[in-house]
């Protein structure tokens, strides 16, 4: 069974960085599209960021400049670097995998699902 755990979440500032992972276990993981969600409080859950097998990268338009995923199939990880951040980012960050996915920016294709990780920009 696919297990997902998402760490690196923290409070930041306005314009601040931050790096959050996630690990991958019970599968092949370079055979899997990795995403990123995020929802907010009183808010839908929102597409992020998504990596595929080829290690395609797609992007939300309010993330592109400043968010970068990337993955690390030796170590079954992939991470989602945050920079000049915004109090609009704030959100409970999810990770997300789909087998051999192309429908990467609906939730609704994702099959397993991690625990989330917090993240809040201050103002």
């Known amino acids: 069974q696919v297990q997902l755990v998402e760490s690196g979440g923290g409070l930041v500032q306005t314009g601040g960085s931050l790096r959050v992972s996630c690990l991958f276990s019970?599968?092949?993981?370079?055979?899997?599209?990795m995403g990123w969600f995020r929802q907010a409080p009183g808010k839908e859950r929102e597409f992020v960021a998504a990596i595929n097998w080829n290690e395609i990268t797609y992007y939300v338009d309010s993330a592109k400049g400043r968010f970068t995923i990337s993955r690390d199939n030796a170590k079954n990880t992939v991470y989602l670097q945050m920079n000049s951040l915004k109090p609009d980012d704030t959100a409970l960050y999810y990770c997300?995998?789909?087998?051999?996915?192309?429908?990467?920016?609906?939730?609704?294709?994702?099959?397993?699902w991690g625990q989330g990780t917090q993240v809040t920009v201050s103002s």
């Open positions: 019970g599968g092949t993981f370079s055979y899997y599209t």
């Open positions: 997300a995998a789909q087998l051999r996915g192309r429908n990467v920016d609906n939730g609704e294709s994702y099959s397993y």
